[in-house]
């Protein structure tokens, strides 16, 4: 049962326009959910995260959108560039003690930015 | 400040045999974690130390061993290999409070044969 699911495999997107990844979520007990980007043969590189008391998050380039009641998230990267070719993951956590950082992870999306 | 650090980078194992991956940071961070990712997947969770003197199986734990030495070391050890734990590997670190920011290492890439 997969309880985080990027259900596009792949993106492309021209450089300079709008970039928009979408993560859907099954557990309504998750309360905090993030973005990682990854090239390959890297670690994940964290780029933001939202709590579930909010419906969004700016920090430069990137934004994230929470609906709580669709269980849906996406993160709009704009302008797109270049090098933000790589495989975007949502990753989603429940509240504190002992499941605090404890991430299920989506599958993942290629991104594709053209020159 | 290196974040997280992992060694080995490769490492190749025969069916069987035992090896333990290392995994350090140095961001003052109480919580650790072990995932492993394999081809066309997201991360999977195989164990996590709350805090140092503690540890709890993730989702994939069987096959696996942990060991928080301390604050800032956290290993993960394969008692005898198997093909199907051929994947890479990734050390996290999170503080408990505040904000929710989790930091990987670069991976160790682990083939069974």
């Known amino acids: 049962d997969q309880q985080v699911k990027q259900n596009s495999p792949s993106l492309s997107v021209q450089e300079g326009r709008i970039s928009i990844l979408n993560c859907d979520y099954t557990n309504s007990m998750f309360d905090y959910f993030l973005w990682y980007k990854k090239y390959p043969a890297e670690g994940p590189t964290f780029l933001i995260s939202i709590s579930s008391i909010k419906d969004k998050n700016e920090d430069g380039r990137f934004t994230v959108f929470l609906n709580k009641s669709a269980k849906h998230l996406s993160l709009h990267i704009v302008p797109s560039q270049p090098g933000d070719s790589a495989v975007y993951f949502c990753?989603?956590?429940?509240?504190?003690?002992?499941?605090?950082?404890?991430?299920?992870f989506g599958q993942g999306t290629i991104l594709t930015v053209h020159p | 400040n290196a974040g997280v650090t992992q060694t080995p980078k490769f490492q190749v194992l025969k069916t069987g045999q035992s090896m333990t991956l290392q995994c350090a940071q140095d961001?003052?961070?109480?919580?650790m974690y072990w995932y492993r990712q394999d081809p066309g997947m997201g991360l999977r969770l195989i164990y996590y130390s709350a805090s140092e003197g503690t540890t709890d199986k993730g989702e994939v734990p069987n096959g696996y061993n942990v060991s928080r030495l301390n604050k800032r070391e956290f290993s993960l050890r394969l008692e005898s290999a198997a093909p199907s734990q051929t994947s890479v590997y990734f050390c996290?670190?999170?503080?408990?409070?505040?904000?929710?920011?989790?930091?990987f290492g670069p991976g160790t890439r682990l083939t069974v044969t």
């Open positions: 961001m003052n961070h109480n919580s």
């Open positions: 990753a989603a956590s429940a509240p504190g003690g002992t499941s605090y950082g404890k991430l299920t």
């Open positions: 996290a670190s999170t503080r408990t409070s505040g904000f929710l920011e989790q930091y």
